[in-house]
């Protein structure tokens, strides 16, 4: 008797449909959190991150040398 | 002067809402760190540099392929102008099997590798607005790396290689990368989203998240192996699981090493260079938790038809078909952040990389699922289809994001004014060509042979019965791939003279801008107090309402989000528990693997010829996999079985047949016309292109060797039975190849043939070939008494 002979007889054929609810469980979870309205203000504010560190000194050289129009 | 009237001031100085980017109840002091960019600009040389290595020798081995039906062609003055050019197919160290797995390492792990990092390094430190952890980790991680990418370059050409595609490093380096990536690279990067002064974790750090946790699962898996001295190792799993597990492996290279950390870097560059915020945060939410979901299951895909069982290649097929969905979203949500930018494009040359290296991502992955689906497979196995289809994703995405981001880094980093952008506009142009200058002929040439493999003519023979035929036809669009991919290298070039050029204008130091922001308060203090409204109940019942109240508020979720290890979990738990269940059914139940009693162990010599066979890179060109289709069984006999390669450690399988399938090479051909073949293979089939191996006619087989290699073997469960005995081994290689050499010895019959060979490893490898498949149509031994 080997551990294979072990698990074939188990009958284990109800597991993908376990795993097929749980799946789609998970993913309407990680849908219905993100759509809440609740955090869309913080989702929005996470979105300017990686523009947050521009904001700040130090102005690059490089920056400096692109030719800009004065804003009014 | 921007020839646009729209140059507007950064519109998010406006348009941001409300900041609160640095909340500090009590008014926590500021703390100062300064960014640790030395360590960026290392990586992006690194980058620049073993990108144009890696391109270089993609080139070397395209050559290879037309190099052969050149190399004779003689004028009529009767000088042969190419025949310098043999060295290409002669030389051992040179030859395709063995720099195409140098070519794959280096375009994925040496180029693709130090430009995640150049992206990690950069924009972890800005989202979490704390330096890396550890300076000392930073730079072992440089130098491990570098030492890594060395040793493949050493070892690779040299045929040190444990013969599973992208993962050919023998066992001390695959160490060296476990321990480089997750010790050092793992360890600075986790430490230093620990020690971040913002809370949220922006969405490229989930990305780069999973692709560390991941990286490291598939390669510690996969990599598992028995050594056999410091250069050799047999891997711990053996035919049908070997290869369910490498193209779990492989594939998940290509999502978790070539998709997810690159699309960090579009989360993070692609808004900084367009001056906005992503498209849709919500949707790279959904991007990201569908790819981690799905992309595990899709590794099958690359079996169809083979002897893997019919579930798991189903399985692999719809999740890959699944892929499509959130692929499509994700690259819509990286060319909609250009909203209200688009006239950009026409100005910034980064802008204009990063837009096009997304399109080919969406283009990759509207045809990855497309490709995944079992019919289609059918025509696409094997060929050069494949090939086009990854040369989009790699040359396409991955170098043009990769290019976007350099241009858009240098300037930042050396601190001076990038040195010509007309310059980077000329690489962007010269490279979109040649990238298309490479898939297009090769597509067709991919469809061409699948299409010639499986042509029959009006009396049901197969059309095209000469495989070489199906060859030769490809070397027109073999010629236009090599001008592509000299096109490629030539932008590149640019690149790196651009690059330098703005590096010899850096200032004579470079300034070190000091940040401030305010430690992030400790998790605890997120908890808000709950008071208790019942009044005429028991304590009891007052402290469940407390608690009740405090669950339903969900600030505990915040608090957990908040810490890096809950996604770290999360991630660990939705790709292992994938992963376990396609693969351990595999292991665990009898009827995947069902065993034919005739298929014996390989003799000692086989087995050192086997080792000569992955050595020198055979499986790059010949597969070992008949698939059940009319076409394939009708060129080469019938299609291969489960159980016929329990004992193949590793799997040869292969992907892409530049030659002919092998599975039942054994016995077609005298060992005679294997040794001229291998001497020079023009000699018996004049148009092919495969190299000749004037080395195995020198060398000496090493006996000592042999008994080591299978005692080896037999501790993963090969039945050698007393072959492990000292010099039992030894003498039953020495007894095989002495009737191999006879054999070729006696010519055509009348003793002509080349004498001498008892000991060359010529002979370990014709007795390889002339074993495969052979198995099936034996008797089964009798049983043991």
Same mark, same amino acid.
């Given at each position: 008797?080997?551990?294979?002979?072990?698990?074939?007889?188990?009958?284990?054929?109800?597991?993908?449909?376990?795993?097929?609810?749980?799946?789609?469980?998970?993913?309407?979870?990680?849908?219905?959190?993100?759509?809440?309205?609740?955090?869309?203000?913080?989702?929005?504010?996470?979105?300017?991150? &990686?523009?947050?560190?521009?904001?700040? &000194?130090?102005?690059? &050289?490089?920056?400096?040398?692109?030719?800009?129009?004065?804003? &009014? | 002067?921007?020839? +646009?009237?729209?140059?507007?001031?950064?519109?998010?100085?406006?348009?941001?809402?409300?900041?609160?980017?640095?909340?500090?109840? @009590?008014?926590?002091?500021? %703390?100062?760190?300064?960014?640790?960019?030395?360590?960026?600009?290392?990586?992006?040389?690194?980058?620049?540099?073993?990108?144009?290595?890696?391109?270089?020798?993609?080139?070397?081995?395209?050559?290879?392929?037309?190099?052969?039906?050149?190399?004779?062609?003689?004028?009529?003055?009767?000088?042969?102008?190419?025949?310098? +050019?043999?060295?290409?197919?002669?030389?051992?160290?040179?030859?395709?099997?063995?720099?195409?797995?140098? *070519?794959?390492?280096?375009?994925?792990?040496?180029?693709?590798?130090?430009?995640?990092?150049?992206?990690?390094?950069?924009?972890?430190?800005? +989202?979490?607005?704390?330096?890396?952890?550890?300076?000392?980790?930073?730079?072992?991680?440089?130098?491990?790396?570098? /030492?890594?990418?060395?040793?493949?370059?050493?070892?690779?050409?040299? @045929?040190?290689?444990?013969?599973?595609?992208?993962?050919?490093?023998?066992?001390?380096?695959?160490?060296?990368?476990?321990?480089?990536?997750?010790?050092? !690279?793992?360890?600075?990067?986790?430490?230093?989203?620990?020690?971040?002064?913002?809370? *949220?974790?922006?969405?490229?750090?989930?990305?780069?998240?999973?692709?560390?946790?991941?990286?490291?699962?598939?390669?510690?898996?996969?990599?598992?192996?028995?050594?056999? @001295?410091?250069?050799?190792?047999? $891997?711990?799993? =053996?035919?049908?699981?070997?290869?369910?597990?490498?193209?779990?492996?492989?594939?998940? #290279?290509?999502? !978790?090493?070539?998709?997810?950390?690159?699309?960090?870097?579009?989360?993070?560059?692609?808004?900084?260079?367009?001056?906005?915020?992503?498209?849709?945060?919500?949707? $790279?939410?959904?991007?990201?938790?569908?790819?981690? !979901?799905?992309?595990?299951? #899709?590794?099958?895909?690359?079996?169809?038809?083979?002897?893997?069982?019919?579930?798991?290649?189903?399985?692999?097929?719809?999740?890959?078909?699944?892929?499509?969905?959130?692929?499509?979203?994700?690259?819509?949500?990286?060319?909609?952040?250009?909203?209200?930018?688009? *006239?950009?494009?026409?100005?910034?040359?980064?802008?204009?990389?990063?837009?096009?290296?997304?399109?080919?991502?969406?283009?990759?992955?509207?045809?990855?699922?497309?490709?995944?689906?079992?019919?289609?497979?059918?025509?696409?196995?094997?060929?050069?289809?494949?090939?086009?289809?990854? *040369?989009?994703?790699?040359?396409?995405?991955?170098?043009?994001?990769? !290019?976007?981001?350099?241009?858009? /880094?240098?300037?930042?980093?050396?601190?001076?004014?990038?040195?010509?952008?007309?310059?980077?506009?000329?690489?962007?142009?010269?490279?979109?060509?040649?990238?298309?200058?490479?898939?297009?002929?090769?597509?067709?040439?991919?469809?061409?042979?699948?299409?010639?493999?499986?042509?029959?003519?009006? $009396?049901?023979?197969?059309?095209?019965?000469?495989?070489?035929?199906?060859?030769?036809?490809?070397?027109?669009?073999?010629?236009?791939?090599?001008? @592509?991919?000299?096109?490629?290298?030539?932008?590149?070039?640019?690149?790196?003279?651009?690059?330098?050029?703005?590096?010899?204008?850096?200032?004579?130091?470079?300034?070190?801008?000091?940040?401030?922001?305010?430690?992030?308060?400790?998790?605890?203090?997120?908890?808000?107090?709950?008071?208790?409204?019942?009044?005429?109940?028991?304590?009891?019942?007052?402290?469940?309402?407390?608690?009740?109240?405090?669950?339903?508020?969900?600030?505990?979720?915040?608090?957990?989000?908040?810490?890096?290890?809950?996604?770290?979990?999360?991630?660990?738990?939705?790709?292992?528990?994938?992963?376990?269940?396609?693969?351990?059914?595999?292991?665990?139940?009898?009827?995947?693997?069902?065993?034919?009693?005739?298929?014996?162990?390989?003799?000692?010599? %086989?087995? =050192?010829?086997?080792?000569?066979?992955?050595?020198?890179?055979?499986?790059?060109?010949?597969?070992?996999?008949?698939?059940?289709?009319?076409?394939?069984?009708?060129?080469?006999? %019938?299609?291969?079985?489960?159980?016929?390669?329990?004992?193949?450690?590793?799997?040869?399988?292969?992907?892409?047949?530049?030659?002919?399938?092998?599975?039942? %090479?054994?016995?077609?051909?005298?060992?005679?016309?294997?040794?001229?073949?291998?001497?020079?293979?023009?000699?018996?089939?004049?148009?092919?292109?495969?190299?000749?191996?004037?080395?195995?006619?020198?060398?000496?087989?090493?006996?000592?060797?042999?008994?080591?290699?299978?005692?080896?073997?037999?501790?993963?469960?090969?039945?050698?039975?007393?072959?492990?005995?000292?010099?039992?081994?030894?003498?039953?290689?020495?007894?095989?190849?002495?009737?191999?050499?006879?054999?070729?010895?006696?010519?055509?019959?009348?003793?002509?043939?080349?004498?001498?060979?008892?000991?060359?490893?010529?002979?370990? +490898?014709?007795?390889?070939?002339?074993?495969?498949?052979?198995?099936?149509?034996?008797?089964?031994?009798?049983?043991?008494?």
């Amino acid at each position: 008797m080997r551990m294979s002979d072990i698990v074939s007889s188990l009958g284990l054929s109800i597991y993908p449909i376990v795993g097929m609810v749980l799946f789609l469980g998970v993913f309407v979870g990680v849908i219905v959190r993100i759509a809440s309205r609740r955090r869309l203000a913080e989702l929005d504010r996470a979105a300017w991150l &990686p523009l947050a560190d521009d904001a700040g &000194p130090p102005a690059h &050289p490089a920056a400096r040398t692109t030719p800009s129009e004065p804003t &009014p | 002067m921007s020839p +646009l009237p729209l140059s507007p001031a950064p519109p998010h100085r406006s348009a941001r809402p409300s900041p609160t980017l640095s909340p500090s109840p @009590g008014g926590a002091a500021l %703390e100062s760190f300064v960014y640790d960019d030395a360590i960026v600009r290392k990586f992006l040389v690194a980058t620049i540099v073993w990108g144009l290595v890696a391109f270089t020798v993609g080139l070397i081995i395209a050559l290879e392929l037309v190099i052969p039906s050149i190399v004779n062609y003689t004028t009529a003055a009767g000088t042969r102008p190419f025949a310098f +050019l043999s060295v290409l197919i002669e030389v051992p160290f040179l030859t395709f099997g063995r720099l195409r797995p140098l *070519h794959t390492n280096a375009a994925i792990f040496a180029f693709g590798g130090n430009a995640i990092f150049a992206a990690v390094y950069y924009s972890t430190q800005r +989202l979490c607005k704390a330096r890396m952890w550890s300076d000392t980790l930073s730079a072992l991680h440089f130098w491990g790396w570098q /030492l890594i990418i060395v040793c493949a370059a050493v070892t690779l050409p040299l @045929g040190i290689t444990q013969g599973k595609e992208y993962a050919e490093l023998e066992w001390p380096i695959d160490i060296l990368i476990a321990v480089v990536w997750l010790g050092f !690279f793992g360890g600075n990067y986790f430490m230093t989203l620990k020690h971040r002064r913002e809370r *949220h974790m922006y969405v490229a750090l989930w990305f780069y998240t999973a692709t560390i946790v991941t990286v490291a699962m598939l390669h510690v898996f996969n990599s598992l192996a028995i050594p056999a @001295g410091w250069f050799k190792s047999y $891997s711990i799993y =053996a035919g049908v699981q070997d290869a369910m597990m490498q193209w779990w492996y492989g594939h998940n #290279a290509v999502a !978790f090493f070539l998709t997810t950390p690159f699309l960090g870097l579009m989360y993070y560059f692609l808004p900084k260079a367009a001056e906005r915020p992503v498209y849709s945060y919500r949707l $790279s939410i959904i991007h990201f938790w569908s790819l981690i !979901f799905i992309y595990i299951w #899709a590794g099958p895909h690359h079996l169809h038809y083979t002897a893997l069982p019919a579930w798991a290649s189903t399985l692999g097929m719809l999740f890959s078909v699944m892929l499509w969905m959130p692929s499509w979203g994700g690259g819509i949500n990286g060319l909609l952040t250009l909203r209200g930018a688009w *006239h950009k494009l026409t100005d910034d040359p980064v802008l204009k990389f990063l837009a096009t290296g997304v399109t080919f991502y969406m283009m990759s992955t509207f045809e990855g699922p497309m490709l995944s689906i079992k019919t289609v497979s059918m025509l696409s196995h094997y060929t050069d289809w494949i090939i086009a289809h990854v *040369h989009g994703g790699a040359l396409g995405w991955n170098g043009m994001l990769t !290019f976007g981001m350099i241009y858009w /880094l240098a300037p930042r980093l050396f601190q001076a004014p990038l040195h010509s952008k007309k310059l980077a506009e000329w690489h962007f142009w010269i490279a979109t060509l040649g990238i298309l200058l490479y898939i297009v002929p090769i597509y067709i040439a991919g469809i061409t042979q699948g299409l010639m493999w499986r042509a029959f003519d009006q $009396s049901g023979n197969l059309q095209f019965p000469d495989f070489v035929e199906t060859v030769t036809k490809l070397m027109p669009f073999y010629w236009f791939r090599a001008a @592509g991919g000299s096109l490629f290298i030539l932008g590149a070039l640019l690149m790196a003279y651009n690059v330098l050029r703005t590096w010899m204008a850096r200032p004579a130091a470079y300034q070190q801008p000091v940040q401030t922001a305010p430690p992030l308060p400790p998790l605890r203090d997120a908890r808000p107090v709950f008071v208790s409204t019942l009044t005429s109940n028991t304590e009891l019942g007052k402290r469940g309402d407390v608690w009740i109240q405090s669950f339903a508020s969900g600030w505990w979720h915040r608090v957990w989000e908040g810490t890096p290890y809950k996604f770290i979990i999360w991630t660990i738990v939705a790709v292992a528990s994938a992963s376990a269940i396609e693969i351990v059914p595999l292991f665990v139940v009898r009827s995947n693997v069902p065993s034919i009693a005739s298929v014996q162990p390989y003799t000692p010599l %086989e087995l =050192a010829g086997r080792d000569i066979y992955v050595a020198e890179g055979c499986y790059n060109c010949h597969s070992q996999m008949i698939r059940p289709i009319w076409a394939e069984t009708k060129r080469y006999g %019938e299609y291969s079985k489960p159980g016929e390669s329990v004992y193949d450690h590793p799997f040869q399988w292969g992907s892409r047949r530049i030659g002919p399938d092998l599975a039942r %090479e054994g016995g077609q051909k005298s060992n005679l016309w294997h040794y001229q073949h291998f001497q020079d293979p023009r000699q018996v089939v004049t148009q092919s292109i495969m190299p000749a191996y004037p080395a195995l006619f020198e060398d000496r087989i090493d006996f000592d060797e042999i008994q080591r290699h299978v005692r080896a073997q037999a501790m993963i469960g090969v039945p050698y039975g007393q072959a492990v005995k000292d010099g039992v081994s030894q003498a039953a290689a020495r007894a095989q190849a002495k009737e191999i050499a006879d054999d070729i010895a006696r010519g055509d019959g009348s003793g002509n043939g080349p004498r001498g060979l008892e000991d060359k490893r010529i002979v370990a +490898l014709i007795a390889y070939v002339q074993r495969l498949g052979t198995d099936i149509s034996k008797p089964p031994p009798a049983p043991a008494r």
